[in-house]
């Protein structure tokens, strides 16, 4: 399994430049790959949690993956997460990311499972990159639906991108809330970044008034909160 994700990973990056030229034309393609990718990314490794006395570095092998939290009460509680399940989820929400960012605006037939799909996954808790790479996905779905929609493709409304981002308003600020390390909560900012940047280039209404001053709220939060985490 581990070989099969080794070779994968490069195949789709190879395959999302491909993408890229290729626009509209790559999307029969995609459609093919989309199932394998939403499975992949929906997977639900093999998990066990217990407590233990202290970090224990000798115990691990290639197939479990080991995270400590330590107790304030002492010790630590340890979570083994199956390590080739947890790269094939890695690979395939990593996978989607890459072919919205390449196809750009030819990626709008495929927006509605890739955000339903990256939503899931904006509270997993055993990998911060599949939270991060989540998030990577709404910010690409966002600038997709805002430039085809600038543009009449592939029958997206002006509307649609500013309802997405609408839609995405309360998980993404409540993800933030909850979100403990940098790496995650910098990628669901980028998500409002992205979208006042395609809101500039686009002229979609991608945030009205009133949502763009809860954004400003939400980012001088933030701003509080990274320093804690950089701690």
Do not use: W
């Not at 970044?193 to 809101?199: H, I, N, P």
């Amino acid at each position: 399994m581990l070989a099969e994700v080794a070779l994968l990973e490069p195949m789709h990056a190879s395959l999302a430049k491909m993408a890229g030229p290729m626009g509209a034309a790559f999307q029969p393609h995609l459609a093919q790959l989309l199932p394998l990718l939403l499975t992949a990314a929906a997977v639900v490794p093999e998990t066990t949690v217990d407590e233990v006395e202290e970090v224990k570095e000798d115990d691990e092998d290639a197939s479990i993956e080991s995270h400590y939290v330590q107790l304030k009460t002492g010790g630590y509680t340890r979570v083994r997460v199956n390590t080739a399940q947890m790269q094939d989820k890695v690979l395939g929400v990593g996978a989607l990311f890459e072919y919205a960012q390449a196809l750009g605006s030819s990626f709008a037939p495929f927006v509605q499972p890739a955000v339903e799909a990256a939503l899931a996954l904006l509270g997993y808790s055993f990998s911060l990159h599949v939270r991060q790479q989540a998030a990577f996905v709404l910010a690409e779905c966002v600038k997709c639906l805002a430039t085809a929609g600038s543009r009449g493709e592939g029958g997206v409304a002006a509307a649609d991108g500013a309802a997405l981002m609408g839609s995405l308003l309360k998980p993404l600020s409540e993800a933030l809330h909850k979100e403990k390390e940098l790496e995650p909560a910098d990628a669901l900012l980028s998500v409002f970044l992205e979208a006042l940047k395609a809101q500039r280039l686009t002229g979609a209404p991608l945030l009205a008034p009133a949502a763009l001053s809860g954004v400003v709220e939400l980012l001088k939060q933030q701003l509080h909160l990274d320093a804690r985490r950089r701690e």
